[in-house]
């Protein structure tokens, strides 16, 4: 989940929900801020023009039709023109 790691672990650092929380407490200038802090902290090497980012381990926001999944919008659509 986090890089840095010594040992595997097979407890995780945190809630998966604290990160959004705490990126929809800072808001965009808090974000800003870390952003600007993180650009000084590595100086020039931050502004190269090209950066390879390896995103394998992050969730993905895909989704696959599925039986149960279309049956719920045929019940949904069904529902929606008996109530017209």
Same mark, same amino acid.
């Given at each position: ?16 929900? +604290?990160? @959004?929380?705490?990126? *929809? ?7 800003? $801020?870390?952003?600007?802090?993180? =650009? %000084? ?12 980012? +390896?995103? @394998?381990?992050?969730? *993905? ?7 149960? $999944?279309?049956?719920?919008?045929? =019940? %949904? ?8």
């Amino acid at each position: 989940m986090f890089c840095g790691e010594t040992v595997f672990q097979w407890q995780l650092p945190c809630d998966s929900s +604290d990160m @959004t929380y705490f990126r *929809k407490r800072i808001g965009e200038a808090g974000f800003e $801020k870390v952003l600007s802090c993180s =650009i %000084a902290l590595f100086g020039e090497t931050a502004l190269e023009e090209e950066v390879c980012i +390896d995103s @394998t381990v992050q969730e *993905k926001n895909v989704t696959f039709p599925t039986d149960a $999944k279309q049956y719920r919008k045929i =019940i %949904a659509r069904v529902i929606k023109l008996a109530r017209k």
